[in-house]
């Protein structure tokens, strides 16, 4: 497997300056944001070829959700991320992670009751993503789906809420990126939901149960990290989470450390 990063405010500025620095952090891969990357596609070019760093995912970085409410949204983000896959693509990675939405709408705050109909979202995720496979298909690039918890998004939470969408739509560019952090909060074992969904796991995003680095919350790393090998897992393991510790550097490093000894 390898252990990757997003993006943190303590990274250099300067892209060629950022690889290297995440190069020599120990991190085997970098998710990008996909703004980021469109934008600056020539200069991620030249800090892969220069630096030799995977690009291997890019998310977030577009205008709307792929389950978006406002109709204009949902297009602008479809727009936006067919960019994105055809961007990834020429750097070398293989895909973009697609969330249905996320702080759009939660059951669990008020008013507690959704503008739209649960037909209605799975109509707009399923459209989104039919779009997006051309694209994928084209690209050779996944959309890696991803079911975020209650309080985040109350149209995907459990990875089966993911692969239903992607049998639904009898996907063949569509796997799941399975979120430790909002696989703690919704499944009831980790372990025992990626065996489950073994055959469609493609991304993995890591953080602990409470979303700050892994090492300092209550995650059972070494039994996890042992189901994913068990799988047949060996792609990207992207740290997304918060950082805690007077020194984010430090205390990012000693995750580093802490996380290498289970890949």
């Given amino acids: 497997m390898l252990l990757g990063t997003q993006d943190k405010e303590f990274f250099p500025k300067n892209i ?6 995440v190069k020599e952090m120990g991190f085997d891969c970098f998710e990008i944001d996909g703004r980021v990357l469109t934008e600056n596609l ?3 070019k030249k800090a892969v070829q220069i630096t030799g760093l995977f690009v291997c995912t890019a998310c ?30 020429e750097v070398g990675g293989t895909g973009v992670v697609v969330p249905a939405a996320w702080g759009m709408f939660t059951f669990r705050l008020p ?6 109909s649960r037909e209605g979202d799975v ?5 989104s993503l039919t779009e997006l496979e051309k694209t994928a298909k084209e690209t050779g690039t996944y959309l890696y789906l991803e079911s975020l918890n209650r309080y985040q998004d109350h149209m995907l939470n459990l990875q089966e809420d993911s692969v239903n969408i992607i049998l639904q739509g009898g996907f063949e560019r569509v796997k799941l990126t399975s979120d430790f952090y909002h696989m703690a909060i919704e499944e009831d074992d980790i372990s025992d939901t990626l ?25 059972d790393w070494k039994r996890h990290m042992k189901t994913l090998k068990e799988i047949g897992y060996d ?5 997304e989470g918060r950082i805690r510790g007077r020194d984010p550097l430090a205390a990012y490093q ?5 996380m290498k000894q289970f890949l």
Wanted: overall charge positive; charged content about 30%.
């Fill in 254 to 258: 000693e995750s580093v450390y802490f």
């Fill in 111 to 116: 008013p507690m009751v959704s503008p739209r």
């Fill in 60 to 89: 977030g970085g577009y205008r709307g959700w792929i389950g978006d409410f406002i109709e204009e949204k949902r297009l602008n983000g479809i727009e936006d991320l067919k960019k994105v896959l055809r961007a990834i693509s």
């Fill in 195 to 219: 065996r489950k969904y073994r055959d469609y796991v493609g991304h993995i995003h890591i953080a602990e149960n409470h979303r700050y680095q892994p090492g300092t919350g209550s995650i």
């Fill in 42 to 44: 020539e200069e991620v």
């Fill in 123 to 127: 109509k707009a995720i399923l459209a």
């Fill in 235 to 239: 792609g990207p393991v992207v740290n």
């Fill in 16 to 21: 060629i300056e950022k690889f290297q620095f």
